[in-house]
């Protein structure tokens, strides 16, 4: 099983939608949670952190559910510039090591 | 500016030959990592460091070599012993202590 899993997607969506992706982890010791966005061919960006009191940052909310073991993303109102890939990234307790998530494509259609 | 500088953007190497894919970071970050991400999928950990003339072993360092002299650099290797070495390389940093992770822009590696 591997450490982190997220569906591919594709996910496609009109402008204004609202849209959510889980990311699932194996470890329940895993301690930090964060979310990347990565455009093609792009390095990743730290979209968000996502804490256990959950984070919102504009249009975008983050939460984190350590009974099931995964983190979700919702974007609320989505515009065409949201189109990338959003990555999610777990690591251990006390150590900088992360494990990446495959990534979901949103489509953001017009 | 602050930031993560890789170079060069693209490479092309011929089998058989190392390259040496260089990383730079003027964050006064102590944590360093070299990732590899292919198509399709996520970002698999080479080699990190979490302090200058420290280093540990990622999940696929086989072929792979680093090293750590200075705070700000953190250069990748890429031997010939790496069967597979065709992909997208990014150099990470992060802050002791905390551990957001920023990206430099990727250096895309091509074995003619």
């Known amino acids: 099983r591997k450490e982190v899993e997220q569906d591919p997607g594709p996910f496609n969506v009109p402008e204004g939608a609202t849209v959510a992706f889980n990311c699932t982890y194996s470890n329940s010791a895993s301690q930090s949670f964060f979310w990347y966005r990565q455009d093609c061919r792009k390095e990743p960006k730290l979209l968000m952190s996502?804490?256990?009191s959950g984070n919102e940052d504009g249009r975008f909310t983050a939460q984190l559910n350590r009974a099931s073991q995964y983190i979700s993303l919702l974007i609320r109102d989505s515009k065409l510039s949201d189109s990338a890939t959003y990555l999610c990234?777990?690591?251990?307790?006390?150590?900088?090591?992360?494990?990446f998530g495959s990534g979901t494509k949103l489509n953001v259609k017009p | 500016d602050g930031g993560i500088t890789q170079s060069p953007k693209y490479l092309f190497r011929k089998e058989g030959q190392n390259v040496t894919l260089s990383c730079e970071q003027n964050?006064?970050?102590?944590?360093m990592y070299w990732y590899r991400q292919d198509p399709g999928q996520g970002l698999r950990l080479i080699y990190y460091?979490?302090?200058?003339?420290?280093?540990q072993k990622g999940d696929i360092a086989e072929g792979y070599s680093v090293s750590r002299e200075k705070k700000e650099s953190f250069p990748l290797t890429v031997t010939s012993a790496q069967k597979n070495p065709t992909a997208f390389y990014l150099c990470?940093?992060?802050?002791?202590?905390?551990?957001?992770?920023?990206f430099g822009p990727g250096t895309r590696l091509t074995v003619l």
């Open positions: 996502v804490y256990s």
């Open positions: 990470a940093s992060s802050l002791a202590g905390r551990e957001e992770q920023f």
């Open positions: 964050l006064n970050h102590d944590a």
């Open positions: 460091s979490q302090i200058v003339n420290d280093f």
């Open positions: 990234a777990v690591n251990m307790a006390n150590f900088n090591k992360f494990y």
